[in-house]
């Protein structure tokens, strides 16, 4: 049983610290100062963190992480410096919990803790990444305080029962793993959203033009079948029956124009996915990261989102304008991003 405590506490420790270590340091640090709890002669290792200097040291830069944490994009650089602060910490501290032991065990704990410090700080700085899409500070907010309580409220949960914490903890670990493919889609997008606005590398002119051509391994015949009309690499940003954030290819074939595909290969299996022109209004609406193209259905509700990287609104706009085209007279007459030039001049909505 004493085991199992000592497991819940490291562990719970090394999860909270992948969320924010300077918090849980100087919680942890200034509650054994102050005497609020009392350390069982086994744990007497920890005691280490109420000394002045390291409460005051923890304090400090959590009153940073604090304000950073606030802050669009600050928060993820902040979180990128910390990608080996967070999980070192985090073992750290599990060799304090274990206490003087066996070698092989303070390494497997340090690992094991470690590991679990990346784990949390990778869902976190994820999380943050993807919410920084959205220009406004809200969300920004709303998400560090949630995080701050979070971690309140576990060292709490570990101070009154470490068993169950050991069972919290391990669950949510176990759940972030389960999530993590969804995560890593979503984080990859963004990346590459970024790195595409911020022009490395620069913009390839071979971008700016809507190819007929796909690669080999989606063109085959069993996933789509006839002559492709014109091709546009893009994200899918939401759709019924296409996982959120898969890159992949809109198509349209000659044998069937009155119908958009969105094709892409995921890591078990080839995703394609018919879209009736007749039954969709396309909408292009510039973002701060991205170009999007909306496919709203008669109830004007967002049916489909793709996203095309800032370097792309040529291409973004050559597939409007070829699906309106369609729709306005039943011929498909795929545009060209040289369509577009003169509409560009024309007043419309400016890129956000």
């Known amino acids: 049983?004493?085991?199992?405590?000592?497991?819940?506490?490291?562990?719970?420790?090394?999860?909270?610290?992948?969320?924010?270590?300077?918090?849980?340091?100087?919680?942890?640090?200034?509650?054994?100062?102050?005497?609020?709890?009392?350390?069982?002669?086994?744990?007497?290792?920890?005691?280490?963190?109420?000394?002045?200097?390291?409460?005051?040291?923890?304090?400090?830069?959590?009153?940073?992480?604090?304000?950073?944490?606030?802050?669009?994009?600050?928060?993820?650089?902040?979180?990128?410096?910390?990608?080996f602060i967070?999980?070192?910490?985090?073992?750290?501290?599990?060799?304090?919990?274990?206490?003087?032991?066996?070698?092989?065990?303070?390494?497997?704990?340090?690992?094991?803790?470690?590991?679990?410090?990346?784990?949390?700080?990778?869902?976190?700085?994820?999380?943050?990444?993807?919410?920084?899409?959205?220009?406004?500070?809200?969300?920004?907010?709303?998400?560090?305080?949630?995080?701050?309580?979070?971690?309140?409220?576990?060292?709490?949960?570990?101070?009154?029962?470490p068993l169950w914490a050991l069972g919290a903890f391990a669950l949510i670990l176990a759940s972030i793993l389960y999530c993590a493919p969804r995560l890593w889609r979503a984080v990859k997008v963004q990346l590459w959203l970024l790195w595409k606005k911020a022009g490395l590398p620069p913009s390839n002119q071979a971008e700016a033009t809507l190819s007929a051509n796909l690669p080999e391994a989606l063109s085959a015949g069993a996933f789509l079948a006839g002559t492709v009309l014109w091709s546009a690499r893009c994200v899918c940003g939401s759709g019924e029956g296409v996982p959120k954030n898969m890159f992949g290819y809109l198509v349209t074939t000659e044998e069937s124009p009155g119908t958009v595909w969105f094709i892409?290969?995921?890591?078990?299996?080839?995703?394609?996915?018919?879209?009736?022109?007749?039954?969709?209004?396309?909408?292009?609406?510039?973002?701060?990261?991205?170009?999007n193209l909306v496919f709203r259905s008669s109830e004007k509700a967002p049916s489909f989102l793709f996203l095309f990287s800032r370097n792309q609104r040529a291409v973004a706009e050559a597939v409007r304008d070829s699906i309106v085209t369609r729709n306005a007279t039943g011929a498909d007459v795929p545009a060209t991003p040289n369509d577009t030039a003169q509409k560009r001049a024309e007043p419309g909505p400016s890129p956000a």
Not at 264 to 291: I, K, N
């Open 1 to 83: 049983m004493e085991t199992l405590q000592t497991l819940g506490i490291a562990l719970g420790l090394a999860s909270l610290a992948g969320i924010n270590l300077y918090l849980t340091v100087f919680v942890t640090g200034l509650a054994i100062q102050q005497h609020w709890i009392e350390l069982a002669p086994h744990f007497s290792d920890l005691a280490l963190l109420g000394h002045p200097a390291i409460v005051t040291v923890a304090g400090v830069f959590y009153l940073l992480e604090f304000i950073a944490d606030k802050i669009p994009w600050v928060d993820s650089l902040w979180d990128a410096v910390h990608t």
């Open 86 to 161: 967070r999980p070192l910490g985090a073992a750290l501290l599990a060799i304090r919990v274990l206490g003087p032991s066996d070698p092989a065990i303070e390494v497997c704990g340090a690992l094991l803790c470690g590991g679990a410090g990346l784990l949390t700080h990778s869902a976190k700085a994820g999380t943050r990444l993807v919410v920084n899409h959205s220009p406004e500070p809200f969300s920004n907010i709303a998400l560090s305080v949630v995080e701050d309580a979070a971690v309140i409220g576990g060292l709490a949960l570990i101070h009154r029962a």
């Open 264 to 291: 892409a290969r995921g890591s078990w299996r080839t995703v394609v996915r018919a879209m009736d022109l007749s039954q969709y209004t396309v909408t292009h609406e510039p973002r701060f990261l991205s170009e």
